[in-house]
Nanobody, 123 residues
Framework: QLQLVESGGGLVQPGGSLRLSCVAS????????IGWFRQAPGKGREAISC?????GRIFYADSRFTVSRDNAKNTVYLQMNSLKPEDTAVYYC???????????????????WGQGNQVTVSS
């Protein structure tokens, strides 16, 4: 069974940093485009960053966030810096076997989604 599990979220003060992890089980990430998305209360889901299977092509919606992947660990990371209260949202990772990184982020579409991880930025 294909599954994605996010972790690393929580409460952080404005200006702080967090690193989210997304671990895949039931499949290997090597051939998948991976994306990070978020959804704030009362808003639609938006793309943060998407990375190609090789890691060679990355689409970013926000330069404060950095995506990386370690295929050997079947894990993708999202490093978030200079966090603001408006970054408060549920963060999701997603995997897609066909779409390139930019398409995945622009369409906010993927084959599989994680369950989400809450990030709250507040003093």
């Amino acid at each position: 069974q294909l599954q994605l599990v996010e972790s690393g979220g929580g409460l952080v003060q404005p200006g702080g940093s967090l690193r989210l992890s997304c671990v895949a089980s039931g499949f290997t990430l090597d051939y998948y485009t991976i994306g990070w998305f978020r959804q704030a209360p009362g808003k639609g889901r938006e793309a943060i960053s998407c990375i190609s299977s090789s890691g060679g092509r990355i689409f970013y919606a926000d330069s404060r966030f950095t995506v990386s992947r370690d295929n050997a660990k079947n894990t993708v990371y999202l490093q978030m810096n200079s966090l603001k209260p408006e970054d408060t949202a549920v963060y999701y990772c997603a995997a897609d076997s066909h779409r390139p990184a930019e398409t995945m982020c622009r369409m906010i579409a993927a084959d599989s989604w994680g369950q989400g991880n809450q990030v709250t930025v507040s003093s």
